[in-house]
């Protein structure tokens, strides 16, 4: 199957620094990549859908300062946490969609722990 | 908005025995798509199985299959000849037209040796 990645897959950082994740469909062009965010033992939330070219859609609630996504090209999305908190620690996981297999396929999930 | 609830916080099964993990929705709309996805401890989304809403034959994928009543809402799944490896949290998911994905609380599977 389509492979996506994802970097990093843990991360700890200090209050109030920011924090990039990148998230790249390896072998397949994706026009639309989703961010999701995932507590422990706990479902996937959908935070924002990223379009290449277009600025993000985000879910209500989720503040668009606080995470700002960018969709630079077909195979990259990135999510930047800034001033992180420690209530920001969570698992954070994309999904690129393959348009022409109809499919989206999901990152392993990058690990958030702020300090 | 769509919702998908899944009403069993977890399930045990014997190995090589049968299991079926429900799921229903709720949508106002007439097409979209509905899935199972399997997570493992190690985290990442596995793909277990789709159904288009308007097919009416049920999707089966090896040992994985469903039980797709639209009328009712209902989307469960069947797993058969359990293995260990069954072992995760299994998600239920709703595609809408916008391609956004609404998942369910999540069950967690244990299969017994």
């Known amino acids: 199957g389509a492979v996506v990645s994802q970097h990093p897959s843990w991360v700890i950082c200090k209050s109030g620094t920011s924090v990039k994740i990148e998230c790249r469909s390896l072998d397949f062009q994706a026009t639309t990549m989703f961010w999701y965010r995932q507590f422990p033992k706990q479902s996937l939330m959908l935070m924002a859908t990223s379009n290449e070219g277009s600025k993000a859609t985000y879910e209500q609630g989720v503040e668009k300062d606080k995470f700002l996504i960018n969709h630079a090209s077909l195979t990259l999305s990135t999510l930047t946490v800034t001033s992180a908190h420690p209530e920001d620690s969570s698992f954070y996981i994309c999904?690129?969609?393959?348009?022409?297999?109809?499919?989206?396929?999901f990152g392993p999930g990058t690990r958030l722990t702020v300090l | 908005a769509q919702t998908v609830t899944q009403s069993q916080p977890e399930m045990s099964v014997q190995e090589a025995e049968t299991v079926t993990l429900s799921c229903t929705y709720d949508?106002?709309?007439?097409?979209?798509?509905l899935f199972w996805y399997k997570q493992p401890p190690s985290r990442q989304m596995i793909l277990v199985i789709r159904?288009?809403?308007?097919?009416?034959q049920n999707a089966t994928e090896n040992r994985f299959s469903v039980n797709f009543q639209k009328a009712a809402k209902s989307f469960s799944l069947k797993i058969s000849d359990s293995q260990l490896g069954d072992a995760a949290m299994y998600f239920c998911a709703y595609r809408s037209r916008t391609n956004k994905l609404v998942f369910g609380a999540g069950t967690i599977l244990r299969v017994k040796s």
């Open positions: 949508t106002s709309e007439s097409d979209y798509y």
């Open positions: 999904s690129a969609r393959d348009p022409v297999a109809d499919t989206q396929y």
């Open positions: 159904q288009e809403a308007y097919k009416q």
